[in-house]
């Protein structure tokens, strides 16, 4: 750069600021449906202290919510449900889903289960295990913030990618 | 103005952070609105009726009823406290501060001026070291006062009872 600049002087683009403040105060809604809910909330707790990264703030409200944790299996009757708490929160927003049967519907190979709940809304991160234990999910909310710094824009463009728009979902984000 | 100058700083502080972060926040968010995000938040499911609805008015009788006996016990507490003799173990401000409030509330309720609160301060705990330091004319006065309180409020119960507000019609 041509411009001189005195010593100690940290130069940075607005996204990415923008992008650091976010991956670090995630606050997590928690869509915790089954065995997977336990270790979220073990994960939150003292000993693995989610609170190091800045995401220990749980909401039950997506209005104040920017990541979406689907912990358990997901059945069809509660798909709606789903689906509207995730549209009813505010860009950006993101999504982990934890668990096989989060993530493939796991053992539940039936009618009635979700097989996975990406076939409905967009999802980041997913999460094997069964139920995961809580460093795959410290990992995970490790591995969304990379992601978030890494394609973050300050005015969530990569929100409206037209990639991103094609995503199965059943319900378009209409606006 | 020199001692001043630290809280008004904080003062400064504290505003200007508010409004920093409420600018930054308009500038930087994303404004995507939608009907979805737009509707009430009923944990996912459709709002079946408004959130504003008539609630029977015999909740308000029981309401008022239950709030007269619970203000009610909250004076009798420091009442009895007060009554036996102070635990060594209680630390002396809490006894005082309890003491104070008995001879606040119980002989105002029989409309009698002349018991300073402020006297009662700076006097060791309960009512025998409050009457042995004049604040309170005597036990029996206190207790005296107490059943009045509560011959008021039974004679209220009383009259909830005649006019039916406990049976549920």
Redesign the interface.
């Known amino acids: 750069m041509a411009i001189e600049l005195p010593k100690g002087t940290l130069i940075t683009q607005l996204d990415s600021l923008v992008s650091w403040c976010r991956k670090n105060s995630l606050w997590p809604m928690p869509f915790a449906t089954a065995c997977c809910g336990i270790e979220l909330m073990a994960t939150g707790a003292s000993t693995h202290d989610l609170a190091r990264f800045g995401a220990e703030v749980f909401r039950f409200s997506p209005r104040q919510c920017d990541l979406m944790i689907v912990a358990g299996r997901v059945v069809m009757k509660m798909m709606p449900v789903l689906q509207r708490v995730w549209l009813q929160m505010h860009e950006p927003k993101w999504c982990i889903a934890m668990g096989a049967c989060a993530s493939t519907g796991g053992v539940f190979d039936t009618y009635s289960v979700v097989q996975g709940i990406d076939r409905f809304i967009p999802v980041d991160v997913y999460v094997p295990g069964c139920p995961p234990r809580p460093e795959q999910l410290l990992q995970a909310i490790i591995d969304l913030q990379e992601k978030i710094q890494r394609e973050g824009t300050t005015w969530c463009r990569e929100f409206s990618l037209p990639e991103r728009q094609k995503l199965p979902r059943a319900l378009r984000e209409e606006v | 103005m020199e001692p001043v100058l630290p809280l008004f700083l904080l003062v400064l502080c504290g505003v200007g952070l508010g409004l920093v972060l409420l600018v930054l926040g308009q500038i930087?968010n994303?404004r995507?609105?939608?009907?979805?995000?737009r509707?009430p938040?009923e944990?996912?499911?459709d709002p079946f009726h408004d959130a504003r609805r008539h609630v029977d008015v015999r909740f308000y009788l029981l309401a008022i009823a239950f709030l007269v006996f619970d203000v009610e016990l909250l004076f009798l507490y420091p009442w009895a406290v007060a009554s036996g003799p102070a635990p060594a173990h209680v630390p002396a401000a809490a006894v005082v501060a309890s003491s104070t409030v008995e001879t606040d509330s119980a002989p105002s309720k029989v409309a009698d001026p002349s018991p300073t609160t402020t006297g009662a301060r700076n006097v060791a705990p309960g009512i025998d070291a409050a009457v042995a330091a004049g604040t309170v004319e005597s036990r029996h006065f206190v207790f005296g006062g107490t059943m009045v309180f509560v011959g008021l409020l039974a004679l209220g119960l009383v009259y909830d009872w005649r006019k039916g507000v406990f049976q549920w019609r």
């Open positions: 930087v994303p995507r609105s939608s009907r979805v995000k509707m938040y944990s996912g499911v």
